[in-house]
């Protein structure tokens, strides 16, 4: 985050970037933090008039599983009230924990661009949606997820700041479990610690307590003191004590449900959001399939720049949709993005994708590693226009 070709992005925004691989901190923080510019670069994509590429200064930090590192610019980024295209650029520097390059000679290296937007951002995030729905009964092989209207600064989805808590309301026990963060850092998943399986595909399956009902917590931040009537209000204080957004602005949660939601972060407890469901004593087994694809099959005259979907015919593990198991074929630039489509009660993923080259024949591919919201995997030969020969017997 930024994505590839984002626009209206920030001055004040943080840089996130997650790897596939663990990353030696050294190659890219040197013995003060800072980012090293030999191996990541961040610059404006245009000269100024003076020649200028206004290089960006910056501090980061890297996750304790060496794969998500966040960077934060010394200033702001561009100028107020201006649109200027800014360039990060991965270079041949970087070293996996293995002390292997991340990139290859040949390869050279990664770049993106994005459009800064002139502005600070004083909006703070707000739940959109979240699974289970509230009130509901689900299997105990339900998956709780989270997605906000906007990225959330990954380092702040802590067992601190989110919370699972089930038993009888005076007795509350927290489950224990890991979150993950994905969906261009808008959407965070809970698994819990207790496997309970596997699925069709031989992965583990981890599993809620069974007949219970359960809490789920995130919390707002406190916020920072303001200094001036011109000072964003919304802004938390740091070092942040729960959710905030990749500019600083504190969760604007709404208590139970978000009912109380208001558009300004009222801080820490006031602005917490949480909700309850309660779950049953079986599984959801039942593996998803795609209902429909756009372009289709063999379709012609595609539109270069519009993003390739596919509809799933069930809720999805929307951080299962990712690079490793949706693209193309063939080598090229991609980026997934998803969306619950709750009046249909299913999900659809959208490829985007550098400009397609005219004339050329694109596949897009969707792997097993993809599951829905019952951890159960797709099987790849289930979609439209496949024989039904080819179906799992």
Not at 55 to 61: D, E, L, N, S
Not at 174 to 202: A, I
Not at 312 to 323: T, V
């Amino acid at each position: 985050y930024p994505a590839r070709d984002e626009r209206n992005v920030p001055r004040d925004t943080s840089i996130l970037i997650t790897f596939a691989d663990t990353i030696r901190k050294e190659s890219i923080l040197d013995n003060t933090n800072g980012v090293r510019r030999d191996s990541i670069l961040i610059r404006r994509s245009a000269p100024s008039q003076t020649g200028d590429y206004g290089v960006v200064t910056a501090t980061g930090v890297l996750s304790n599983d060496g794969k998500t590192f966040k960077i934060m610019p010394a200033a702001l980024l561009g100028e107020p009230d201006q649109k200027l295209l800014y360039t990060v650029a991965l270079t041949t520097e970087i070293t996996k924990e293995s002390g292997a390059p991340l990139f290859t000679q040949t390869e050279g290296g990664y770049s993106w661009e994005f459009e800064v937007s002139g502005r600070i951002d004083t909006v703070p995030p707000t739940v959109e949606n979240y699974l289970p729905l509230a009130n509901s009964r689900n299997p105990i092989n339900a998956l709780i997820q989270v997605t906000f209207s906007e990225p959330v600064d990954p380092f702040t989805v802590t067992p601190a700041h989110f919370s699972v808590l089930t038993g009888e309301e005076e007795k509350r026990v927290p489950v224990e479990g890991t979150w993950s963060v994905g969906n261009g850092y808008r959407t965070v998943t809970f698994f819990s610690n207790v496997s309970c399986g596997t699925n069709q595909c031989g992965s583990a399956v981890f599993c809620l307590p069974l007949d219970s009902g359960v809490t789920t917590r995130m919390k707002a931040a406190a916020l920072k003191a303001a200094q001036s009537a011109r000072d964003n209000p919304n802004k938390a204080a740091f070092p942040y004590g729960g959710i905030v957004d990749t500019s600083g602005n504190s969760l604007d949660g709404g208590g139970l449900n978000g009912a109380a939601r208001n558009g300004k972060s009222d801080g820490a407890e006031v602005d917490d959001f949480f909700w309850n469901f309660s779950t049953a004593k079986e599984k959801e087994t039942t593996p998803p399939t795609v209902l429909s694809v756009l372009p289709g099959r063999d379709a012609q005259g595609v539109d270069l720049t519009a993003p390739v979907t596919a509809t799933f015919s069930k809720f999805m593990d929307i951080s299962s949709l990712n690079n490793a198991s949706i693209g193309f074929s063939k080598e090229s630039n991609a980026w997934i993005a998803s969306q619950h489509l709750f009046s249909e009660r299913r999900t659809r993923a959208l490829i985007h994708h550098e400009p397609f080259q005219t004339d050329m024949i694109y596949t897009p591919v969707i792997r097993s590693g993809v599951t829905d919201i019952y951890q159960n995997c797709y099987n790849p030969c289930n979609g439209p226009g496949v024989q039904q020969s080819l179906l799992p017997q």
